[in-house]
């Protein structure tokens, strides 16, 4: 059984945020691309988190 990684789940948000480049264009503030890094690191951590937990339940599971 996979579940995304950490790394994976990062690069499809990046991917999705690199598909409005305007975002960045217009607003030009150090100050939110450090947010925005923020926040994707913390998602994409919590997601793996989540998704490694599903794995072990489902391995710790009696089979039938």
């Given at each position: ?22 975002l ?5 503030n ?9 926040l ?14 599903v794995?072990?339940?489902l ?6």
């Amino acid at each position: 059984m996979h579940s995304a990684s950490k790394e994976d789940i990062k690069r499809i948000i990046l991917y999705h945020l690199d598909q409005k480049p305007d975002l960045k264009y217009y607003i030009n503030n150090p100050y939110i691309d450090e947010l925005i890094e923020v926040l994707v690191e913390g998602v994409s951590d919590a997601i793996a988190r989540s998704n490694q937990s599903v794995v072990d339940e489902l391995t710790r599971a009696p089979r039938r």
